[in-house]
């Protein structure tokens, strides 16, 4: 008997749904749940921290399945800010990442902006671009500082 595929990701009501079945996902090391985020589009485009930008759903695929191969990430998102509209949502997240070493593990950050496109099969991610963090950067500015030129 073959297990039923995932189709949480699939039916997802909101941007909101996708981008916590992407980091669901990323926790529990399941590829295809990941994918299913994604636009069927040849144009998504993925940037992992200091990565090169990957272009298409084939690239995309490839590198999640090269972060995956040594099982899930422990991944947590912080401070989710949104700009929405009716077809489309940006959110910018911090992502708190443990990363094992030999000393035990440690926390490392990276800034993300997740872009999502409502589709005909629902909200779907079309982009991924992730920065490499610091832990001193786990404060937002929210107001830029008043310069005279």
């Known amino acids: 008997m073959s297990k039923a595929p995932q189709t949480s990701a699939t039916v997802a009501g909101s941007a909101d749904e996708t981008e916590a079945n992407f980091y669901e996902a990323l926790q529990t090391g399941d590829l295809e749940r990941l994918m299913a985020c994604w636009a069927d589009e040849d ?3 993925c940037v992992h ?6 272009v298409g759903l084939g690239a995309v695929r490839a590198a999640f399945d090269a972060v995956l191969s ?3 990430i422990r991944i947590q998102v912080e401070a989710l ?3 929405e509209s009716m077809t489309s949502a940006v959110h910018s997240v911090r992502e ?4 094992l070493t ?3 593990p440690v926390e490392a950050y990276a800034l993300a902006t997740n872009v999502y496109y409502k589709t005909a099969q629902g909200w779907r991610l079309v982009a991924h671009h992730a920065s490499p963090g610091a832990l001193n950067e786990t404060q937002d500015i929210s ?4 310069v005279l030129h």
Do not use: Q, T, Y
């Open 43 to 45: 144009e998504v485009i």
């Open 49 to 54: 921290p200091g990565g090169p930008r990957l």
């Open 70 to 72: 040594n099982g899930s």
């Open 81 to 83: 800010r949104k700009i």
């Open 96 to 99: 708190r990442i443990e990363v």
């Open 102 to 104: 030999s000393e035990g």
């Open 143 to 146: 107001e830029s500082p008043h």
